[in-house]
T-cell receptor, first 112, second 114 residues
Framework: DAGVTQSPTHLIKTRGQQVTLRCSPKSGHDTVSWYQQALGQGPQFIFQYYEEEERQRGNFPDRFSGHQYPNYSSELNVNALLLGDSALYLC???????????FGSGTRLTVV | DAKTTQPPSMDCAEGRAANLPCNHSTISGNEYVYWYRQIHSQGPQYIIHGLKNNETNEMASLIITEDRKSSTLILPHATLRDTAVYYCIVRASYSGAGSYQLTFGKGTKLSVIP
């Protein structure tokens, strides 16, 4: 049973560009959350998708947007990249009960 | 969600029990205590959660004080592979419209020493 799959694993982008990160949730999970983790910090909540709608959002600007597809997979889009967007981006999935999120290994984004 | 306080780092000898404390003095009645750990360069891994009773699973035990203002995660026989950052999180119970977010602090960096 595959866990959470994220792609790509590493990515280098130039300031001002746009990026799309992808996540396939664990089988049986219908809720996908995205987190940003800067070096030396704990993960910070970006937003959560359930039933193809954004249900909750953390303190992130509108440059961060997302989408959830009918098969529950999800994308995180970041526009107008800044150097400060360099981080590990984590996807977490859960079922309706929400007890025990399963995290992917993340996408390491470097903005130069 | 209630705020948690954890020591920034701890050491533990290999084979000994690792006891990781967490203070959550503002926890409310419907908030659970969750523990996750993050091994270097990997995503956080769920360990255990509890409401008010002590819990045990194959990975660890969770001891919650009677007033629920603090808890301790116990790894009974620490190995080198348990070296990681451990996060204590409190979160409200599920309400039905998707799941609630997890609010991570900086956690405790546990170093298991040979």
């Amino acid at each position: 049973d595959a866990g959470v799959t994220q792609s790509p694993t590493h990515l280098i982008k130039t300031r001002g560009q746009q990026v799309t990160l992808r996540c396939s949730p664990k089988s049986g999970h219908d809720t996908v959350s995205w987190y940003q983790q800067a070096l030396g910090q704990g993960p910070q909540f970006i937003f959560q998708y359930y039933e193809e709608e954004e249900r909750q959002r953390g303190n992130f600007p509108d440059r961060f947007s997302g989408h959830q597809y009918p098969n529950y997979s999800s994308e995180l889009n970041v526009n107008a990249l800044l150097l400060g967007d360099s981080a590990l981006y984590l996807c977490a999935s859960s079922s309706g009960q929400g007890f025990g999120y399963t995290f992917g290994s993340g996408t390491r984004l470097t903005v130069v | 969600d209630a705020k948690t306080t954890q020591p920034p780092s701890m050491d533990c000898a290999e084979g000994r029990a690792a006891n990781l404390p967490c203070n959550h003095s503002t926890i409310s009645g419907n908030e659970y205590v969750y523990w996750y750990r993050q091994i270097h360069s990997q995503g956080p891994q769920y360990i255990i959660h509890g409401l008010k009773n002590n819990e045990t699973n194959e990975m660890a035990s969770l001891i919650i004080t009677e007033d629920r203002k603090s808890s301790t995660l116990i790894l009974p026989h620490a190995t080198l592979r348990d070296t990681a950052v451990y996060y204590c999180i409190v979160r409200a119970s599920y309400s039905g419209a998707g799941s609630y977010q997890l609010t991570f602090g900086k956690g405790t960096k546990l170093s298991v020493i040979p």
